[in-house]
């Protein structure tokens, strides 16, 4: 069955990922090395074979590179085997197709290297057509510019559908600026570890319904509704307007409260308008910085968590999305005569021995409006 060309995948753990270079380099096999954007298993080590012939002279080049793969203390934790979509045995209706098994497009993009905006468009573009984001950590281009490979799965589906599906994507990355440098299709018979990809594209289940977080959205629409006291002052989203989306968040941190939520990063169809949030909201957390920096409190704060991380990892660090301080010394408590004071020094709002007095600002990126908070100062 699926007599013809056919390409085997075998992903190996990440960590024997430098060893693998060397069994493969032996064999004339290719290697790459994927990062997904996101998920439980992002790096993804995998080796590459095509060959011609049926599925069943696949499986037994497979068991071949397993055994191989064994003898050189690798592992494979996953295996796929793909056909050309126009094999005589793939569906071409919907009818015809099987539930287990897919089509998959991947799409190169060009982006500009480091542009963050751009890469939380095409993500955001991604999503919208059922498509995730991945790279090859083994390309590095010369002219400064990065590729990104947007993939999506066509689950149960004849080939005359996934084909809508994929020039859809197509067609609105085009829309949307982005350069579009190569479109493959394949169709996939094997797939033993669906689960390696656990975080970044899960298997969409047959009529799976609202999102979780549509139906957390939809629940902070109702409580709103009624007036819902229960919430952090933190909590200002956005006033909902064309172009931009924004969910609300669970955060842990603050589940004393019935609605423990916080607002999450907005996701724009206007790449122009992701970019002006993205600068808007570096600015603010510089001015921040500077503002506790030059304060009579920075002898006493510790900066930690993702804001530090550009020191090791430079331009790849992932875009804090708060402040995190360390106070010292330990004895300093939360109700101490000193903790009563805002940065620059002079007094909160009467607080009563308790510091509870919060306040919400909206921001302040043009083109984007708040709701009014419902709690300022005490």
């Known amino acids: 069955m699926y007599e013809g060309a056919l390409e085997i995948h075998l992903t190996v753990n990440s960590w024997a990922a430098d060893r693998l270079d060397a069994f493969a380099g032996e064999r004339a096999i290719k ?30 080049r497979v068991v071949q590179l397993r055994r191989e793969l064994a003898a050189a203390r690798l592992q494979a934790v996953r295996v796929k085997v793909e056909t050309a979509p126009w ?25 500009p290297a480091g542009n963050v905006a751009r890469r939380l468009a095409i993500t955001t573009l ?19 510019t990065e590729e990104r490979f947007v993939t999506q799965r066509c689950f149960g589906v004849g ?8 020039a859809a ?7 949307g600026g982005f350069e579009v440098l190569e479109v493959e299709e394949e169709y996939v018979v094997v797939d033993d570890n669906l689960g390696l990809d656990a975080g970044w594209m899960d298997r969409p ?5 609202p999102s979780y977080s549509d139906l957390i959205d939809a629940r902070v629409a109702r409580e709103l509704s009624y007036d819902g006291d229960d919430f952090p002052d933190t909590f200002v989203p956005l006033v909902p307007s064309a172009g931009v989306r924004q969910h609300a968040v669970f955060e842990p941190a603050l589940k004393q409260f ?10 724009f169809a206007d790449p122009i308008r992701a970019e002006r949030w993205a600068q808007a909201r570096t600015a603010v957390r510089n001015h921040v910085l500077d503002v506790i920096a030059r304060s009579p409190w920075a002898p006493n704060l510790v900066l ?15 875009e804090p999305g708060d402040l995190d301080f360390v106070v010292t010394p330990h004895s300093l408590g939360a109700n101490s005569p000193r903790t009563c004071t805002t940065p620059s020094g002079s007094p909160k709002s009467p607080c009563d021995g308790h510091c509870s007095g919060r306040f919400s600002t909206p921001p302040t990126t043009p083109g984007l409006q708040a709701s009014t908070p419902r709690r300022h100062w005490n």
């Open 159 to 166: 080939r005359e559908t996934s084909r809508l599906r994929l």
């Open 87 to 111: 094999n005589r045995d793939v569906p071409a209706t919907d009818e015809q197709a099987r539930e287990d098994l897919y089509f998959e497009h991947h799409i190169k993009v060009r982006l």
């Open 169 to 175: 994507l197509v067609s609105a990355l085009g829309d």
């Open 31 to 60: 290697v790459s090395r994927i990062e997904l954007d996101h998920g439980k298993f992002r790096s993804q080590p995998m080796l590459t074979v095509e060959l011609t012939g049926s599925l069943e002279d696949a499986e037994q």
């Open 126 to 144: 991604a999503r919208e057509h059922g498509a995730r984001v991945s790279r090859n950590a083994r390309r590095v281009l010369e002219d400064g």
């Open 258 to 267: 019935t609605n423990a939520f916080k607002t999450g990063q907005p996701a």
């Open 304 to 318: 930690r968590g993702s804001a530090t991380l550009p020191a090791w990892l430079g331009d790849t660090a992932r």
């Open 205 to 209: 289940a047959k009529n799976a319904g």
